[in-house]
């Protein structure tokens, strides 16, 4: 299985930077191939599950996401499965 890891420094509290990159609901602002987020009502927290649809050359697919760790503000991380089979950690 392949890995891939990067950080960033970004000059803000942990609590403002989780606010923005915790809500998936964010991602199509940043990835042009996501085109819907569905997240439960009460929001994200450990064991919530949500989808993700992503479209690429007129094709769709649905991603589905489980937390498997939810740790505000400093860590995440979320199983996605489906045609797209990774692990996303966000940790401070």
């Known amino acids: 299985m392949t890995s891939a890891e990067y950080s960033v420094e970004i000059d803000a509290p942990p609590e403002a930077v989780w606010e ?8 199509p602002h940043w990835d042009r191939h996501i085109v819907a987020v569905k997240v ?20 769709r697919a649905s991603i589905p ?15 996605l499965g489906g045609v797209l089979n990774a692990t996303k950690i966000e940790k401070d």
């Not at 923005?20 to 991602?27: E, G, H």
């Not at 439960?40 to 094709?59: D, I, N």
């Open 65 to 79: 996401c489980a937390v498997l760790e939810w740790e505000p503000p400093w860590r995440a991380r979320v199983r």
């Open 20 to 27: 923005v990159t915790s809500d998936p609901r964010n991602l």
């Open 40 to 59: 439960p009502e009460k929001g994200l927290r450990q064991a919530s599950k949500y989808s993700v649809v992503m479209g690429f050359m007129g094709v």
